[in-house]
């Protein structure tokens, strides 16, 4: 519940003073950082909105405090125009944890060779490794970056479902807009060339002579 009082004591040097309430009672205890988006430091006499609250020793605290009649805008990440939705998020590591179950599913039901799904796993494995050094790495300047045009193209081999969990697990490449458009066409490469391969009988062949 919210309380009014007036600044009757206040130190601007220190950062701190006292409230009296409006309604009578003990003053309270304010300080500066108890303010909430101040247009101007306090002075004696203005008078104020404050909760209170209860610090460890039992002493009343001024907290949540603006001007009176102040009115605190919500959050700039809070406001969304009005007929738009905030932007969708994809769920990177269903996809990619998704799309490797399906693979093993397909090589056990004998509708994929081994060595498609074999290779998804262990390309996936490889990408995901990338991944997380390359975000290591951009934090700390020294250490040398895995170039884009390799993740790229370890996207492209069959790498993207592991890519896709490190991105979000890692949080890298998720907002670089460019980024995520070649990402996405590579993906959409290594599915139409392992479909081909698949139809027309050639990974079928390549598992028969790397597997036996």
């Known amino acids: 519940m919210r309380q009014a009082g007036r600044i009757t004591t206040w130190n601007d040097d220190k950062g701190f003073g006292f409230l009296t309430p409006v309604d009578g009672g003990s003053r309270v205890f304010v300080h500066i950082k108890a303010f909430q988006a101040a247009t101007r430091r306090p002075v004696e006499g203005d008078l104020m909105s404050y909760a209170a609250s209860v610090d460890a020793k039992g002493r009343v605290n001024a907290s949540e405090v603006r001007f009176a009649g102040q009115r605190i805008p919500p959050p700039p990440r809070l406001r969304v ?82 890519a896709l969990i490190a991105q979000q697990q890692s949080r890298h490449k998720t907002i670089k807009a460019s980024f995520q458009a070649v990402f996405w066409f590579a993906v959409l490469g290594n599915l139409a060339g392992v479909a081909w391969l698949v139809r027309s009988g050639v990974a079928e062949a390549v598992t028969r002579i790397v597997l036996g």
Do not use: C, N
Request: hydrophobic letters at 50%; zero cysteines; charged letters at 15%.
């Open 81 to 162: 125009a009005r007929g738009r939705k905030p932007p969708m998020r994809i769920p990177r590591i269903a996809i990619g944890i998704g799309f490797l179950l399906l693979a093993l599913v397909l090589m056990v039901m004998g509708m994929v060779p081994a060595l498609v799904s074999l290779a998804y796993l262990l390309m996936s494995t490889v990408s995901y490794i990338a991944y997380v050094l390359d975000k290591d790495a951009a934090g700390k300047p020294r250490r040398q970056r895995t170039p884009e045009a390799t993740l790229h193209m370890l996207d492209l081999l069959g790498g993207w479902p592991g």
